[in-house]
């Protein structure tokens, strides 16, 4: 069950989650100390969400690989970074610190985004993945 602990795995890609579906994630999140890997791959997340994930990520300390993949973490239009913002703010805060793998690719989260990104998280995961992200060459 959520409340002993024991899932390690979770993987909700592709579910059309939006900040919904956030919210009950990081509702649950005190319930997931032990989540090593979390995928939401597709997921319908935009800025807000991200946002509320960013919240959530102090309690999900074990995590080591997050998949954010193919989201539109920045808006329809790429223009909203406040879930970027807010992401690398979490991070910048101590959040994350083993986080191995970190997915973000196919978000339009621009040079401005990976930007906040990398200052906030300077020594970054192991494996980070920004393919597609409209940073340009």
């Given at each position: 069950s959520?409340?002993?602990?024991?899932?390690?795995?979770?993987?909700?890609?592709?579910?059309?989650?939006?900040?919904?579906?956030?919210?009950?994630?990081?509702?649950?999140?005190?319930?997931?100390?032990?989540?090593?890997?979390?995928?939401?791959?597709?997921?319908?997340?935009?800025?807000?969400?991200?946002?509320?994930?960013?919240?959530?990520?102090?309690?999900?300390?074990s995590?080591?690989?997050l998949?954010?993949?193919?989201n539109?973490l920045?808006?329809?239009?790429g223009?909203?970074?406040?879930?970027?913002?807010a992401?690398?703010d979490?991070w910048?805060?101590?959040t994350?610190?083993?986080?191995?793998?970190?997915?973000?690719?196919?978000?339009?989260i621009g040079?401005?985004?990976a930007?906040?990104?990398?200052?906030?998280?300077p020594a970054?995961?192991?494996?980070?993945?920004?393919?597609?992200?409209?940073?340009?060459?």
């Amino acid at each position: 069950s959520l409340s002993s602990g024991c899932l390690r795995h979770l993987n909700l890609s592709g579910n059309f989650l939006g900040l919904a579906g956030a919210g009950a994630l990081a509702e649950a999140s005190p319930r997931l100390p032990g989540l090593q890997q979390l995928d939401l791959t597709g997921s319908g997340l935009d800025s807000q969400a991200a946002g509320v994930l960013a919240e959530a990520l102090p309690r999900l300390g074990s995590l080591r690989e997050l998949n954010l993949a193919s989201n539109e973490l920045t808006g329809p239009l790429g223009r909203d970074l406040s879930g970027i913002q807010a992401l690398a703010d979490a991070w910048q805060a101590g959040t994350g610190a083993n986080l191995v793998h970190l997915d973000i690719s196919y978000n339009w989260i621009g040079s401005s985004g990976a930007e906040a990104l990398a200052e906030a998280w300077p020594a970054g995961p192991q494996h980070l993945n920004l393919e597609d992200d409209g940073s340009g060459p």
